[in-house]
């Protein structure tokens, strides 16, 4: 088992910042990709950005040069930094593990924290 906790969440003005922090504990033996999804009130939960153990990065369009992910393997932690944020990142965010593991397929997610930025 794989446990996410996230935090950094808040009410931040539209061009604020905000970094979001995703704690992660347990066997990640197997785990390939960690990433940041949001779910905004009345939509479907999308990707934002992902990263993997070789550091390869992948962002939502929406979010390209103003949202940077990264993973610090020694604080087993994933970060995401957010800039220049708009009203429509509004959403509860959610950290994301995925792999492979003796040929069975893991997911994990974590419980998610609200960003809200409002003026």
């Known amino acids: 088992q794989v446990q996410l906790v996230e935090s950094g969440g808040g009410l931040v003005q539209p061009g604020g910042s905000l970094r979001l922090s995703c704690a992660v504990s347990g066997n990640i033996f197997g785990i390939k990709t960690w990433g940041w999804y949001r779910q905004a009130l009345g939509k479907q939960r999308e990707l934002v950005a992902s990263?993997?153990?070789?550091?390869?990065?992948n962002y939502a369009g929406s979010v390209k040069g103003r949202f940077t992910i990264s993973r610090d393997s020694a604080k087993n932690t994933v970060y995401l930094q957010m800039n220049n944020l708009r009203v429509r990142a509004t959403a509860v965010y959610y950290c994301?593990?995925?792999?492979?593991?003796?040929?069975?397929?893991?997911?994990?997610w974590g419980q998610g924290t609200q960003v809200t930025v409002s003026p």
């Open positions: 990263i993997t153990n070789d550091g390869n990065t």
């Open positions: 994301n593990a995925e792999g492979l593991r003796l040929a069975v397929r893991l997911g994990y």
